[in-house]
């Protein structure tokens, strides 16, 4: 297994990466940018480029887990064009009713070298929709 | 709706490279083989649902809070 991609540099410029199938619920954006910052650190916050432009706020799910399986199925892999190249992680922060929650069921995986991304929703691994973050 | 009666290792096939097999059945269930290109996502319908609904409810939360920050830099381990 290939090591994950280092969480995205404070000073980075906005990163505009292809999602082609959009996400479950926002299919219909292809185009997403990362914009990380020192203020956010270490949620980054994943934005459409095209509408609905919803925005979502994102943590390395390994900061949750230390221990959360990095694996991807080869078909996966493939979908980004990813051979063994690093690739990086998010898990997608829900904040309702005063409770952050982090979707550890469900991570967006971006491959840096192709600009690519897609959700992924693990059928075997029992990880929560929901993980608690606390009150906010 | 397209309704077709399949026996045992019988499938159907659907679009180009999307075959839908089935490889048993009984009282509990139907146990299917479903064969796709890569760039095809097939998921049980109900987590499915239940990833975008948890989307939709995220989209919008863009807005960084502070407490939030703070809480998960505490679990952040020093290098």
Excluded at chain 1, 42 to 67: I, K, M, Q, W, Y
Aim: glycine share 6%; charged share 25%; net charge neutral.
């Amino acid at each position: 297994m290939s090591q994950p991609a280092p969480a995205p540099s404070a000073a980075s410029e906005p990163l505009v990466v292809e999602f082609p199938s959009g996400i479950p619920g926002f299919e219909t954006c292809h185009r997403f940018v990362l914009v990380a910052s020192p203020e956010l650190a270490p949620l980054a916050c994943l934005r459409a480029l095209d509408p609905p432009e919803a925005s979502f706020l994102t943590v390395d799910p390994r900061l949750l887990e230390p221990g959360y399986d990095l694996t991807l199925r080869e078909f996966e892999r493939a979908r980004l064009g990813a051979a063994d190249e690093p690739l990086l992680w998010l898990a997608i922060v829900s904040i309702a009713d005063g409770e952050a929650t982090a979707n550890l069921r469900a991570p967006i995986v971006i491959n840096p070298r192709r600009m690519t991304g897609c959700q992924f929703i693990r059928d075997e691994v029992e990880y929560p929709v929901r993980y608690p973050l606390g009150r906010v | 709706m397209l309704v077709v009666t399949r026996k045992r290792n019988e499938a159907i096939v659907i679009g180009d490279g999307i075959e839908v097999k089935v490889l048993r059945h009984g009282r509990d269930g139907v146990r299917l083989g479903i064969t796709a290109p890569p760039q095809v996502a097939v998921h049980r319908q109900e987590i499915y649902d239940t990833i975008r609904a948890a989307n939709t409810s995220a989209a919008g939360s863009g807005v960084p809070v502070q407490s939030l920050v703070d809480r998960l830099r505490g679990r952040v381990e020093p290098s």
